[in-house]
């Protein structure tokens, strides 16, 4: 192989050596993101169950028209 064709494949390499790092950094990232708010979701649906126990039953009533 040519000198020229070696270092073309040395600078794709680190090319994409360094785009793999960039996509593992982001999907940790986004890896995190979720956790949160996932976490989130999980408050506010125990918030809601709380306080929709709280709240009284509604009255079962007949529509005006009936």
Avoid at 18 to 43: K, P, Y
Avoid at 52 to 64: C, G, R
């Amino acid at each position: 192989m040519s000198d020229e064709r070696i270092r073309h494949l040395e600078e794709t390499i680190a090319h994409q050596s360094i785009a793999i790092e960039d996509l593992s950094e982001e999907v940790r990232r986004q890896g995190l993101l979720i956790d949160e708010l996932q976490r989130s979701i999980r408050l506010l649906a125990e918030r809601f169950a709380s306080v929709e126990a709280a709240l009284p039953a509604p009255e079962i009533t007949k529509p005006p028209h009936y």
